[in-house]
């Protein structure tokens, strides 16, 4: 069993790690959101081009919805600083995630570790 003076330790301790956790899932989630305002950036300038492209008679070449989301998912696979923009955002999500889980252990470790002192107390 922990003895009183590791579980103070870790009491004073925890909310520390917890606020640096908390500030490094603000910053992942201000990456994540800057990034993601990039692609949508890259996608909303392929679907200006594709809804520009004409014929040579001066008809539109995607005429319908279907056709320009085609067109569109053609050309984001094309595009490799799409797909580098999509790949950072995933790699930063999983790490958001990550972090959260860490929060979680470290909320219950200090709930633990409040309760063991309030039993502690007691004795």
């Given at each position: 069993?922990?003895?009183?003076?590791?579980?103070?330790?870790?009491?004073i301790l925890l909310p520390s790690e917890m606020k640096e956790i908390e500030l490094e899932i603000?910053?992942?989630t201000n990456q994540l959101n800057t990034l993601?305002?990039?692609?949508?950036?890259?996608?909303?300038?392929?679907m200006g081009y594709i809804n520009s492209v004409l014929t040579p008679d001066g008809k539109k070449v995607y005429p319908n919805a279907e056709s320009r989301q085609a067109a569109?998912?053609?050309r984001l696979i094309e595009n490799v600083n799409y797909h580098k923009k999509v790949v950072e955002s995933d790699t930063i999500k999983h790490n958001l995630e990550l972090e959260k889980i860490d929060f979680n252990e470290k909320r219950r470790e200090f709930s633990m570790m409040k309760t063991?002192?309030?039993?502690?107390m007691e004795e």
């Amino acid at each position: 069993m922990l003895n009183k003076l590791k579980i103070v330790e870790r009491l004073i301790l925890l909310p520390s790690e917890m606020k640096e956790i908390e500030l490094e899932i603000f910053t992942l989630t201000n990456q994540l959101n800057t990034l993601q305002k990039e692609y949508e950036g890259l996608e909303l300038k392929e679907m200006g081009y594709i809804n520009s492209v004409l014929t040579p008679d001066g008809k539109k070449v995607y005429p319908n919805a279907e056709s320009r989301q085609a067109a569109l998912q053609e050309r984001l696979i094309e595009n490799v600083n799409y797909h580098k923009k999509v790949v950072e955002s995933d790699t930063i999500k999983h790490n958001l995630e990550l972090e959260k889980i860490d929060f979680n252990e470290k909320r219950r470790e200090f709930s633990m570790m409040k309760t063991l002192a309030e039993m502690n107390m007691e004795e």
